[in-house]
């Protein structure tokens, strides 16, 4: 809550210190593709606050979610297949900045840089090895299905992207972007996300 709290702060902050502020919401949905999972939806609602004519600082949450986490291995020449987690769910609280590149008639082109907050729940589960007992190689490998733990966790992250707004009338833009976050669970152990996103800005 208190990072909640920070920053609607700097958002009213930011209302209040420029004389003619030109604020947007944004909805939009898309894709996520975790590094090594299965793909899944996005859906979020932003809010853009225009700081110049080059600068737009941000505001955005929503959730993300997929499904299985894929594992897979060798062993004497043999390829086995599974996963070890299931039905992620992730709610972003993301702050950030986009810079405007080129603007084109009713085409923009931006970049975004952006730092926020994930909480993310999933469902992880035993993987068993059978090995055969006289050589010990692993003759099969599955999910036990009948097992498995909740795991909440709460990670910070950060992103960049890149993305392009095309001008429907004054007061309704679309937008198309691909971003990169990652999330970092410890300094050998870095989670990586794309997304597909697109949407509607529409002025405030």
Same mark, same amino acid.
């Given at each position: 809550?208190?990072?909640?709290?920070?920053?609607?702060?700097?958002?009213?902050?930011?209302?209040?210190?420029?004389?003619?502020?030109?604020?947007?919401?944004?909805?939009?949905?898309?894709?996520?593709?975790?590094?090594?999972?299965?793909?899944?939806?996005?859906?979020?609602?932003?809010?853009?606050?225009?700081?110049?004519?080059?600068?737009?600082?941000?505001?955005?949450?929503?959730?993300?979610?997929?499904?299985?986490?894929?594992?897979?291995?060798?062993?004497?020449?043999?390829?086995?297949?599974?996963?070890?987690?299931?039905?992620?769910? /992730?709610?972003?609280? !993301?702050?950030?900045?986009?810079? $405007?590149?080129? =603007? *084109?008639?009713?085409?923009?082109?931006?970049?975004?840089?952006?730092?926020?907050?994930?909480?993310?729940?999933?469902?992880?589960?035993?993987?068993?090895?059978?090995?055969?007992?006289?050589?010990?190689?692993?003759?099969?490998?599955?999910?036990?299905?009948?097992?498995?733990?909740?795991?909440?966790?709460?990670?910070?992250?950060?992103?960049?992207?890149?993305?392009?707004?095309?001008?429907?009338?004054?007061?309704?833009?679309?937008?198309?972007?691909?971003?990169?976050?990652?999330?970092?669970?410890?300094?050998?152990? /870095?989670?990586?996300? !794309?997304?597909?996103?697109?949407? $509607?800005?529409? =002025? *405030?």
């Amino acid at each position: 809550m208190k990072i909640i709290s920070v920053l609607f702060t700097l958002i009213v902050l930011s209302s209040n210190i420029l004389s003619q502020p030109l604020d947007k919401m944004k909805i939009s949905g898309g894709l996520i593709i975790p590094s090594s999972a299965i793909k899944g939806f996005t859906a979020n609602i932003e809010y853009e606050h225009q700081l110049n004519t080059k600068f737009k600082f941000y505001l955005y949450s929503g959730i993300y979610s997929w499904d299985k986490n894929q594992v897979s291995f060798q062993d004497n020449g043999k390829y086995f297949s599974g996963y070890s987690e299931d039905e992620h769910r /992730l709610y972003p609280l !993301y702050i950030g900045s986009r810079l $405007i590149i080129s =603007s *084109i008639r009713t085409f923009t082109v931006f970049a975004n840089l952006e730092l926020g907050y994930n909480f993310i729940t999933y469902n992880v589960y035993q993987n068993v090895f059978v090995k055969d007992e006289s050589n010990k190689y692993v003759i099969s490998f599955y999910t036990d299905e009948s097992k498995h733990e909740k795991v909440k966790e709460s990670i910070f992250g950060f992103g960049v992207g890149l993305g392009v707004t095309q001008t429907i009338n004054e007061n309704i833009s679309f937008m198309v972007e691909a971003k990169r976050n990652t999330l970092p669970k410890s300094l050998d152990n /870095l989670i990586t996300h !794309y997304y597909l996103n697109a949407g $509607i800005l529409i =002025s *405030i």
